[in-house]
Each structure stands twice: as C-alpha cells, then as structure tokens.
C-alpha cells in the first residue's frame, strides 16, 4: 500500500507513465497479441481518453495500469514507481457499478475503507464523498432503488472516498441513456476539477472524450499501438457546434477509420 494512501485528506494527482508496453495472452496454445509497444505518459492532474476499436486492448492496458495483470514487455509506472499489484491510490471504475444489493448506498461506499480498516478515522470522508456525487439524501437507500445513474454516482464516490491519485475509468457512462451520460460526464468533470486526480478514461464515444478529455489518444485495431494524439484546449464547458469541436471530431473518426455525418 503506498503512503499517499495512509493519509487522510485530498488525493495529490499522481503521474502515470506507461513505457513501451507490450502484452499478449496465450489461448489454446496460440499467442494472442493484444498491445503492441505502448508508450504514454499522463501528468499529475491531467484528463487523457483512450479511444480505439472494439476489442483492441483498451481495457487491457487499464487492467496493467491498475496493477491486476503485468505487461509482457515494458513497465508502467504511477509516480516513478513500478506499478506491481492493485493500490488504493489508483482506482478502476467499471461500466457495471457492482454495488453490493444487500448494503445501503454508505456501506457500499465504505466497502474499500472497511477493507483497508481505516473506516474509524476516515468515516466522515464518505459523507463527504456522498456529497460530492449529491447522493447525500440516498446514503439509506439499497442499490435496488437507485436509478442507473445514481447507481454510477454511487460507484465513483465508493472510488472517490479513497483519494485516489489516479482513476481509471472502462467506460463509465457506457450503460447509461443519453441524457443521463450527459448530466454524469458534467458530474465527472466537476468531481475532477475539484477532486485532484489523473484521469484515463476508456470511450467508445468521440463526443464524449471531446467534452472531457485535454488530450486524445487514439489506438489502432488490436494489437493495439498509438495511431494519434490529439490535444484539447478548449475551455470548459465545451459546445459540440464550435468548429474545433467539429473539426477535430471529423479528425478523430477519420484516425478511426469511420466517415463522419
Ligand atoms: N484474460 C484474457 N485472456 C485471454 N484473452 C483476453 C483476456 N482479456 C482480454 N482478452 C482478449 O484481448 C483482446 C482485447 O480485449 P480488451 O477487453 O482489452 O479490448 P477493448 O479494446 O477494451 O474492447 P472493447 O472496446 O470491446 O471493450 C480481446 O480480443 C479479448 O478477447
């Protein structure tokens, strides 16, 4: 466990370096190449989408970020340490919320804190977490009376009430219907300007990762190398009718290999 994750208090952003990573997986006897030479570094506080085609290895390089699988060839380093093995100071949140049915919205967000034995002195983080996701009046209530985007609030503060330095998020918003993605993308960019971390965020949406992200990195089909990047200054909030936005969204498709409308 590392020792930004002992302390209590506002996460520090932390860097991620990912060094000529490589990876395959090995499937009935036959060598199954998913990342090809790998190379991206986010800085401390930096919004990065990793946009690519379906089944390329997006999740993948996720997975080797948070430390749940090691790469083949190359290294990957959160804030010029070797990332070895899963660490609260860098969170995956998923598609699916996999909240626990049986415990309220707070214990569910407690789960990571109870685990780690640190629900005694940090219990009023989650309020606090429950607060930054406006879940405040639901921290009674039982995933079974959540909405699909509360349910998703409830799994970024369950992510959130341990000040993470880095979050890493296998698209988050995928599952849910358009308007709620919209108001959950606001959300998430509010939780990041005023939270403090580095974000990846994996997307199958261009539109998204426009409104989101400082810098696009788009991959080629598996085995997945860097094909792009693109860098986003535009202030926030962003409009999908100013001509960078469209420009760069025809740009992207384009890297993408898909004609834009
Ligand atoms: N544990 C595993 N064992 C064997 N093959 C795997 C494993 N995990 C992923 N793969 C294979 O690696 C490839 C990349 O998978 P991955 O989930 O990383 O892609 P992705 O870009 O995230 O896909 P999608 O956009 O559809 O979610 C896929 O072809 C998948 O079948």
Redesign the pocket.
């Given at each position: 466990m590392s020792a930004l994750a002992q302390t209590d208090g506002p996460a520090r952003a932390l860097s991620l370096d990912i060094r000529s990573v490589s990876h395959h997986?090995?499937?009935a006897g036959t060598r199954?190449d998913?990342?090809d030479d790998i190379s991206l570094s986010l800085t401390p506080g930096e919004f990065v989408a990793l946009l690519?085609?379906?089944?390329?290895?997006?999740?993948?390089?996720?997975?080797l970020a948070a430390g749940l699988?090691h790469p083949r060839q190359g290294t990957l380093l959160e804030d010029g340490n070797q990332i070895e093995a899963p660490d609260p100071s860098r969170l995956l949140v998923f598609q699916d919320p996999t909240l626990f049915p049986w415990r309220t919205v707070r214990r569910n967000v407690a789960t990571g804190l109870e685990a780690r034995g640190l629900l005694p002195q940090r219990a009023h983080r989650i309020d606090e977490a429950l607060s930054l996701v406006r879940l405040e009046d639901f921290a009674d209530a039982y995933p079974r009376q959540l909405s699909g985007g509360m349910a998703q609030r409830v799994a970024l503060a369950r992510a959130l009430v341990n000040d993470p330095g880095l979050l890493l998020l296998?698209?988050p918003f995928g599952k849910l219907d358009s308007l709620t993605r919209l108001s959950l993308q606001t959300e998430f960019l509010r939780l990041w300007q005023t939270a403090g971390f580095t974000a990846l965020l994996?997307t199958?949406d261009v539109e998204e990762a426009l409104l989101l992200a400082g810098r696009i990195v788009v991959?080629s089909d598996?085995p997945?190398r860097v094909l792009a990047e693109f860098r986003i200054t535009a202030d926030y909030p962003r409009h999908r009718d100013d001509p960078d936005f469209v420009r760069l969204r025809r740009d992207i498709l384009h890297e993408l290999g898909v004609q834009s409308v």
């Open positions: 997986y090995d499937i199954f998913v990342l690519g085609p379906s089944g390329c290895g997006k999740s993948t390089l996720l997975r699988e296998d698209e994996v199958h991959l598996r997945a």
